[in-house]
């Protein structure tokens, strides 16, 4: 059996980010059920605001090669995304636009067809960054990603952890990790 492997990283750099917390918590859920998890913090891939003459003059940035060959090397993609102004952060939309680029002799879209991923949200608003999720989800399915159609958003999010970084809501806590299980149950299959 082919264990899955997984890329988890949130769409914020913030260093009490409530997604990055979020994303942990369905990590644990993914490994609980076998899941080989990768955690990423976009931070560590400082990468520059994408623009093509850059590109066309110097290549891709260390941080873009490094991003790019871990979004390769793993098979499932679980993410945490904040909700900026109804929509998908920049820091990930850059991120998501550096590893879309196209490199001679590898296939097209190279770093997300066939890539399975789960989505997830939280904010200290009311809907928890559900409206960002919609925009997210349209993105990486139009460049080939597999979005299941399970996913959960956190609202109140300033009150939802605990100094543990668990949701303090037993129902939230379980369906948060059972994202990550699921990602994982699937990947699984398709491995098989
Ligand atoms: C926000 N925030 C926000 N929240 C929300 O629920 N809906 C929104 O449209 C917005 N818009 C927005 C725009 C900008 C520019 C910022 C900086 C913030 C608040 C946001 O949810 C909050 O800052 C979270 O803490 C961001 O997630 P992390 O960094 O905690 O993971």
């Known amino acids: 059996m082919t264990i899955p492997r997984i890329l988890a990283f949130a769409g914020s750099a913030r260093q009490d980010s409530f997604n990055k917390k979020l994303m942990r918590v369905a990590a644990a859920g993914a490994r609980t059920a076998g899941a080989e998890v990768t955690e990423l913090d ?24 490094q991003f790019r060959a871990m979004m390769k090397a793993h098979q499932g993609l679980l993410l945490a995304c904040p909700e900026y102004n109804s929509s998908i952060t920049p820091m990930l939309k850059n991120a998501i636009d550096w590893a879309s680029r196209p490199v001679e ?88």
Do not use: W
């Open 42 to 65: 976009l931070r560590d891939f400082p990468m520059p605001l994408f623009d093509q003459d850059l590109e066309a003059a110097e290549g891709f940035p260390e941080s873009v090669l």
């Open 105 to 192: 002799g590898e296939p097209a879209l190279a770093c997300y067809r066939d890539k399975v991923a789960v989505l997830m949200s939280a904010s200290p608003g009311g809907l928890g960054g559900l409206r960002g999720l919609v925009h997210v989800r349209s993105i990486l399915g139009n460049i080939g990603v597999l979005v299941l159609p399970d996913q959960k958003a956190i609202g109140s999010a300033h009150q939802a952890f605990d100094e543990q970084g668990h949701l303090k809501d037993a129902d939230q806590q379980a369906a948060v990790q059972a994202l990550g299980g699921r990602l994982t149950a699937v990947l699984t299959k398709l491995l098989a």
